[in-house]
């Protein structure tokens, strides 16, 4: 059986919270945010590109469906997406580049290209991002606020963190010190739920924790990609982001 290794501010903060929420709770609940901050930062900074096989489910847009597919990330602007048809020859292939968006539906010969503007994300794909943070977003990044920006609670063996543009749910890790990013909610200015994000099924990479399946809902989709295979900061060249469209592909406008 497993060993559950439950860091010591987090004790130490259960400790507080289960009796009298005395003048010692704030201060424990500062060291544990700042523990759970500190290492979610770490985190983020050590992916910096990504390579992933896996199965893709997304609802409520043009790409709506089942497919497998190849991922490649390259921070902070680079990202490829191949979605793979039953024969195994491509079905649609999707790259952002410094802002910039091709879309080759490649079984139909046409393609689209044009700014990656979140008007144009949020048609094609149905979720509210820019695309910067489509990029950070899967690469397995977690959206991050300033540290004073968040206060913390507990959720049974979770802690919340709400902050002033999301709320963030970690949980321990088994095993070992740290903490794992299970559910993050973005929220509008007026209050209303913007996206929801679930990070979970966790492998452990070159001594990183990596989710392998990343779900998300918003007011207009679903989306979730579930890897079978994953390799964490390999060498990624620019070239690999630059779709090459056949000479006689069809333009389509947005």
Known sequence: MNKVIIPAVFLTLVGCAVSSQGPEAPRFSKELRHEIIQGLVGRNQGIRTLRGIGTARLGSSPFSGRSDFVLLVKKPVDLRIDSLMPTGLHGIQIAL??????????????????????????????????????????????????????????????????????????????????????QYTAWDADGSQRYLLKYDDYEKKEGRWIAKRLSGRSS?????????EIEINPSLADALFQLKIPDDAAPISD
Not at 100 to 106: E, G, Q
Not at 138 to 158: A, N
Not at 220 to 228: A, D, K, L, Q, V
Request: charged fraction near 25%.
């Open 97 to 182: 580049t410094d802002g910039w968006m091709t879309i080759h539906w490649a079984h139909e010969n046409r393609y689209f290209q044009g700014l990656a503007s979140p008007e144009r994300l949020t048609r094609f794909f149905s979720l509210p991002l820019d695309a910067d943070s489509a990029v950070r977003l899967l690469s397995g990044e977690i959206p991050l606020e300033e540290e004073d920006d968040y206060s913390i609670q507990l959720k049974g063996k979770k802690i919340v963190l709400k902050g002033r543009q999301g709320d963030l749910i970690v949980t321990p890790l088994e095993g070992e010190n740290g903490y794992l990013p299970v």
């Open 220 to 228: 207009h989709s679903h989306f979730e990609f579930h890897f079978r």
